[in-house]
């Protein structure tokens, strides 16, 4: 029996991040009740240095966590070892070390723009996002270009991200389409980010007209990620995520493993 596409969270944080609490072995036991086949970490590695993370990430100890939990977990849960990049167009190097790693996907985002976090008060006063938020967008999606066009990474995540703080969206900048065709030429995949629906923005990240967007320029790669950092956030919105998957999306929704991407509903070998 082919597996709901939705029985996988490819975008989870632990305490490897330093935004989060939780322990790898509290997020997979999350996952297991919730019914889930397969969970995917992915570490914030963020190098700007006014992040609060800045150099907190320890591959050697993240790696040997995640093998740990794959012995204990092995028969319950498929557990996948991956990164979240920030801006990986500006640290060239650390992205191709990453690459040289034994990871299963690394993904990729827009945290910051003009050395400013992306949620930051005074950034959206800079550009008068509250009246009109299409400067902030432009320049946004312009940082997200030269990161698809740079490359390094197989899942473009929250394509959208500023409306988590803004509350809402911005669709009419015509570089998201540009985006969006080089993301189909790189052969990445889009993420579906829940999280704005747990910060009460009605949306996901992206949402229906984005998607649409993206299965007009010929997307079809699809995952999903609740963004969780503790064990009751995972898989948060999903139904929701995968309606918008099927409806308004390519659908077709998968995970990658050993950085290939597979869609859930082919995938066999799955626990
Ligand atoms: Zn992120
Ligand atoms: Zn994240």
Redesign the pocket.
């Known amino acids: 029996m082919p597996f709901p596409a939705q029985a996988a969270d490819m975008?989870v944080?632990s305490h490897f991040?330093v935004d989060s609490q939780a322990t790898i072995e509290a997020m997979c036991r999350a996952a297991i009740d919730l019914g889930l086949k397969a969970l995917c970490f992915?570490e914030?590695m963020d190098l700007n240095p006014n992040d609060e993370g800045y150099g907190f990430f320890r591959y050697q100890a993240y790696s040997q966590a995640i093998d740990e939990a794959r012995e204990r977990f092995a028969d319950r849960l498929t557990i996948l070892k991956g990164v979240?990049f920030g801006e990986p167009h500006l640290y060239p190097r650390e992205v191709e070390r990453m690459n040289g790693q034994d990871l299963d996907v690394i993904?990729a985002?827009i945290h910051w723009i003009d050395d400013r976090f992306v949620g930051d008060l005074a950034l959206h006063q800079a550009y008068g996002a509250r009246q009109d938020p299409r400067r902030l967008f432009e320049r946004y999606y312009q940082d997200m270009l030269r990161a698809v066009r740079h490359g390094g990474f197989d899942v473009l995540?929250?394509l959208d991200l500023p409306k988590r703080y803004l509350g809402h969206g911005c669709e009419e900048i015509p570089l998201i389409d540009e985006v969006l065709r080089e993301v189909v030429r790189a052969g990445m995949a889009l993420e579906i980010n829940t999280?704005p629906l747990r910060k009460g923005v009605n949306a996901c990240a992206p949402d229906a007209p984005l998607l649409r967007r993206y299965a007009s320029v010929g997307g079809r790669r699809l995952t999903l990620?609740s963004?969780a950092?503790a064990p009751n956030e995972i898989a948060t919105g999903f139904e929701r995520a995968m309606e918008l998957a099927l409806t308004a999306g390519p659908g077709d929704v998968g995970i990658y493993r050993r950085r290939c991407f597979i869609r859930l509903d082919a995938e066999e070998s799955l626990v």
Do not use: F, I, P, Q
């Open positions: 975008h944080h991040s992915a914030h979240e993904l985002g995540a929250h999280s990620g963004d950092h």
